[in-house]
């Protein structure tokens, strides 16, 4: 276990130089916010600021927690990112640093997730989340996400999470045990943004110099097929009628549950979901099925929730409460999407849910509880 006293970090950037000008920024909409005469007093420049504000913050701690990790003793290794690093393409299937400066894991040239940071001991695996939020209780999914994947990734590893928040941040007393918290003092980026916005030069970079560093495409990781899994999991719950309870509610299915954030199930007929959600609007949609898929909520509890794909680019996710529809628009070039032209190839008419099939497996979902 890392030790946290109150020297982890402390305050002031004077030690990083101007480290933290050489990351990537985009102040664009910030510089245009301002010329047409907006300032702290209209929310739309705060909420711009308070996006640039926490890049900065996430960069100002990984700079710190870089000095730290090369000092601390339990600290075998840490992976490199930004500035640090010659630029490289991301890799698939691989842990690797994006040419953005971030550390990604992808599958098929898509970003399954991101570390604002990894720090390694003997035993012990630690993945850093620096963020300005002023409460975190809306962080678990996430959390349980990364730690998922990266317990897969690493299987000798217990996988850690390690939260760095400003003072007054809410919610901390609920993360779940294998999350720890380092709390800052409030930080300001007003003089990153007035020196980015100048052009003001730069002194040189100052790098860590360590025998720790770490090279994220350079680490061995455990095999994980995105795409067969997923297929995997999909056809194994379905071994039984209407689906493999005990199966679903396994260790190991539960950790994928949390990389992928929802598992399908099969799919209902346009027709028979029209009965569930009879207010939901089909106008101009090319949907031929609707996917079915099983998330879970944050108070322990699942749900059903419905993929449909009106287009070709054009898909929406419905979830249903007390009768009442809410949709919400994915992104045509996100996952998800590619998630579903996978399945198109996998779900034949085997894979076609009934309503009574949907409303046992809803049903069975709703009796249980996960941690």
């Known amino acids: 276990m890392l030790t946290i006293n109150d020297t982890v970090i402390p305050a002031g950037d004077e030690e990083l130089g101007d480290n933290l000008l050489y990351y990537d920024y985009n102040i664009d909409h910030l510089l245009s916010l301002e010329a047409k005469g907006q300032t702290m007093e209209d929310e739309s420049y705060v909420s711009a600021f308070r996006s640039f504000e926490g890049e900065v913050y996430e960069n100002y701690i990984y700079e710190k927690l870089l000095r730290y990790a090369a000092a601390e003793p339990t600290i075998k290794s840490f992976i490199i990112k930004g500035p640090h ?3 490289t393409r991301a890799q698939s299937d691989a842990l690797s640093v994006s040419w953005k400066g971030q550390i990604i894991y992808r599958a098929r040239h898509k970003e399954i997730g991101e570390f604002d940071g990894l720090l390694f001991t003997d035993k012990e695996l630690y993945f850093v989340e620096m963020t300005l939020v002023k409460s975190v209780s809306n962080l678990k999914k996430r959390l349980r996400k990364k730690r998922a994947l990266l317990e897969v990734l690493f299987p000798r590893y217990n996988v850690k999470a390690l939260l760095v928040l400003n003072e007054g941040a809410t919610g901390t007393s609920d993360l779940p045990p294998y999350a720890s918290v380092w709390l800052t003092k409030p930080y300001s980026a007003r003089h990153i943004f007035e020196a980015l916005s100048t052009k003001a030069p730069r002194a040189p970079m100052r790098r860590v110099e360590s025998p720790k560093i ?3 495409e350079e680490i061995k990781i455990a095999s994980f097929k995105y795409y ?3 297929t995997w999991m999909l056809r194994s719950l379905r071994a039984k009628s209407p689906i493999d309870m005990e199966f679903f509610t396994r260790g190991a299915t539960q950790r994928y549950h949390d990389i992928y954030t929802k598992v399908y199930v099969g799919y209902l007929s ?5 009965t569930l959600a009879p207010t939901l609007s089909f106008e101009g949609s090319n949907a ?3 996917v079915v898929a099983i998330e879970k909520d944050h108070s ?3 749900f059903m929730t419905y993929f449909i794909r009106h287009g070709a680019k054009k898909l929406d996710n419905v979830t249903l409460v007390s009768g009442a529809s809410k949709t919400e628009k994915k992104d045509p070039f996100g996952i998800t999407l590619t998630e579903m032209n996978h399945l198109d190839k996998v779900m034949d008419q085997s894979f076609l849910l009934s309503l009574d099939e949907h409303n046992e497996i809803e049903k069975q979902i ?6």
């Open 300 to 302: 322990g509890g699942y």
């Open 366 to 371: 709703t009796a249980i509880r996960h941690k």
């Open 288 to 290: 031929t099925r609707v």
């Open 228 to 230: 067969a899994t997923l």
């Open 85 to 87: 690093k010659h630029r």
């Open 214 to 216: 770490a090279h994220a």
């Open 270 to 274: 346009v027709s028979d979901f029209k």
